[in-house]
């Protein structure tokens, strides 16, 4: 079982920048290749960004590819997700998830959660 936790949320100015971190409990993180989602008020939670167990591997949501980074640091139990140049629309609950099947935007292949940050972008 892995337990996820979120922080590093907040409110920032269009332009600017946050970095999230999600710290994971238990002695398994590296085998997991974990994502990024997020859900914006009475919308679906989308898909932001995965990267692979190793680090290798990353994919982006195209409305984030070029401003966000996904990474991540097994010998912390932590994966990262740099924001730059925020936008209005960036504005949501940022939740990290772990896949024990490989890198993937579906919800479905996310096997555990964590509660959530929430980020909000001014305009």
């Known amino acids: 079982q892995v337990q996820l936790v979120e922080s590093g949320g907040g409110l920032v100015q269009a332009g600017g920048s946050l970095r999230l971190s999600c710290a994971a409990s238990?002695?398994?993180?590296?085998?997991?290749?974990m994502g990024w989602f997020r859900q914006a008020p009475e919308k679906e939670r989308d898909f932001v960004a995965a990267i692979s167990w190793s680090g290798s591997i990353t994919y982006y949501a195209d409305s984030v590819k070029g401003r966000f980074t996904i990474s991540r640091d097994n010998r912390k139990n932590t994966v990262y997700l740099q924001m730059n140049s925020l936008k209005f629309e960036d504005t949501a609950v940022y939740y990290c998830?772990?896949?024990?099947?490989?890198?993937?935007?579906?919800?479905?292949?996310?096997?555990?959660w964590g509660q959530g940050t929430q980020v909000t972008v001014s305009s």
């Open positions: 238990g002695r398994t993180f590296s085998s997991y290749d």
């Open positions: 998830a772990a896949n024990p099947g490989g890198s993937s935007a579906y919800r479905s292949d996310y096997k555990y």
